[in-house]
């Protein structure tokens, strides 16, 4: 080659490699330049990516923030703008894997669709493997349904790789940069991200982009209302669109109604996490329902909820205006019934417990020994109460229980009880039916219930100066009334007593 030539190569190479390294350090000036987008509301369906300046800013925190999580309402151009990071990540470091985290696999596939669709339209820094140019050094790559490879004339390819959600996914990569994808309804979130943060928690390296609107009781809201979890925390509300004004919301408003434009274009992070009609107990508040210690003349119950995963146990006491509160809880997993007996037991030392109230579906007998948990309990010292299995009357009972009275104070109020307060204000209502909390996610669940199992069974207030005696049927008896006929429940309950008072 002449000399005059091979100097020109050399300062367009050069020139290119300044272009890449300004590129790595400034990622808006990259998107700006060389991202495009498909925009349906562009001339041209395909549009170079201009950012909004809630764009620029969030940009700028995913390229210097380990993890990021963002919390924004619906179609602000988020899965785009991660997708550019990602596609930044690829082009520039040669080697590096990128793994995009879906509910599904079309949308798995549709994440693989547009980031090739900015790679198509990104000439200077990556050409397709089948139609690159003759003599071309720089990134060629192949686009499969799930998988984006590029592959550099010197280096290790680099990988783009789409999953859909499912339990185990986090256990099958590792990664550069994690992009989660709507994650608040990722069915596995927990599991997934188990696993998936070991992948990235390397001391130089590994980030994680999570993007979402908002569910209440996820994951997500965990993480993004968290504090110290080493998150950057973002939000974008509706108004981020500089095309949305006033107007654009009313007309929202009054398509969708006021609770659903709460949830999907939140103008606050406050608005996002108090969504109407969402939360079960939106009445339940620290102002209203904030509690002391139990007074003197009270009569005190414990309730759980037990299960293998889990033991929540609640201490509750009434005094003899029928006011309750509860003012001890106890929480564990992976503990046995002898174990589990033993917890609440010591805990209520010194107490003079009345009941203690189970769900009912402790006194199923074990196909294996003809025993029942409760049976168990009741050898290792806990003698049960049997609650309603009425999962609709118990959701009202605590209504009921928690509901403002005459005056604003309602008939319970919450103690030192931290880990029961944060349940009642996140968990919510079920999708299909109003009337109940929903059972997942169930983590939530379990304490809820366990106070439930009290709410359904409770209906009798101290009497004044003393306590008024109630029958205490051993496991057994249970057993015998649930299996009898009407004639031998009467005569159970004439020779033993009501245990249901």
Not at 21 to 47: G, M, Q, S, T, W
Not at 462 to 475: D, F, L, M, N
């Amino acid at each position: 080659m002449p000399r005059g030539k091979a100097d020109s190569a050399a300062r367009l190479a050069a020139l290119r490699e300044a272009e890449r390294d300004y590129c790595r350090k400034d990622p808006v000036y990259f998107v700006e330049n060389y991202c495009h987008i498909e925009d349906k509301d562009a001339p041209d369906l395909i549009a170079p990516f201009t950012l909004w300046p809630g764009q620029k800013k969030a940009l700028e925190a995913f390229a210097s923030h380990r993890l990021c999580v963002v919390l924004k309402a619906r179609q602000l151009g988020f899965t785009w703008l991660a997708l550019a990071e990602a596609a930044r990540l690829l082009v520039l470091w040669p080697g590096r894997t990128v793994v995009g985290l879906s509910r599904s696999e079309e949308e798995a596939k549709e994440l693989v669709r547009r980031l090739g669709v900015m790679l198509r339209y990104m000439p200077e820094f990556a050409q397709p493997a089948a139609a690159a140019p003759a003599g071309w050094q720089g990134a060629v790559f192949e686009v499969t349904a799930l998988r984006i490879t590029l592959r550099f004339a010197s280096g290790p390819p680099g990988v783009f790789q789409a999953f859909p959600s499912g339990p185990s996914v986090g256990r099958s990569f590792t990664a550069d940069l994690i992009v989660i994808d709507e994650w608040a309804f990722q069915q596995f979130a927990r599991e997934i991200w188990a696993s998936a943060f070991p992948v990235v928690n390397r001391p130089e390296g590994g980030r994680v982009i999570g993007l979402s609107t908002i569910k209440r009781g996820t994951l997500f809201e965990e993480i993004f209302t968290g504090r110290g979890n080493g998150f950057h925390k973002l939000f974008l509300p509706w108004s981020a669109d500089p095309r949305r004004d006033k107007a654009w919301y009313r007309r929202t408003l009054a398509a969708l109604g006021r609770d659903r434009t709460l949830q999907e274009y939140p103008a606050s992070v406050e608005e996002a996490l108090t969504v109407p009609g969402g939360a079960f107990f939106p009445e339940v508040s620290e102002a209203t329902h904030k509690g002391g210690p139990p007074g003197e003349n009270v009569r005190r119950y414990v309730a759980i909820d037990y299960g293998l995963d889990m033991l929540s146990a609640h201490w509750v006491a009434v005094d003899e205006q029928g006011r309750a509160v509860v003012y001890r809880e106890f929480d564990a997993p992976d503990l046995t019934i002898g174990q589990a007996a033993r917890a609440v037991l010591e805990k209520s030392e010194g107490e003079d417990i009345e009941l203690v109230l189970a769900p009912p579906d402790l006194w199923n007998r074990s196909q294996e020994s003809g025993r029942s948990r409760a049976q168990l309990f009741s050898e290792a010292g806990l003698v049960l109460t049997r609650s309603s299995r009425d999962f609709a009357a118990g959701c009202a009972a605590m209504k009921e229980w928690l509901a403002p009275g005459p005056g604003g104070a309602p008939a319970m109020t919450l103690g030192d009880v931290p880990r029961l307060w944060d349940c009642l204000a996140r968990i919510q209502k079920d999708e299909h039916n109003p009337d109940v909390y929903a059972k997942t996610p169930h983590d939530l669940t379990h304490d809820v219930d366990s106070l439930r199992y009290f709410c359904v069974w409770w209906k009798n207030p101290a009497a004044p100066g003393a306590k008024e005696p109630r029958a205490v049927w051993e496991p057994d008896l249970y057993e015998d009334y649930e299996n009898a006929d009407e004639e031998g429940k009467a005569y159970l309950l004439r020779r033993y007593g009501d245990p249901w008072g």
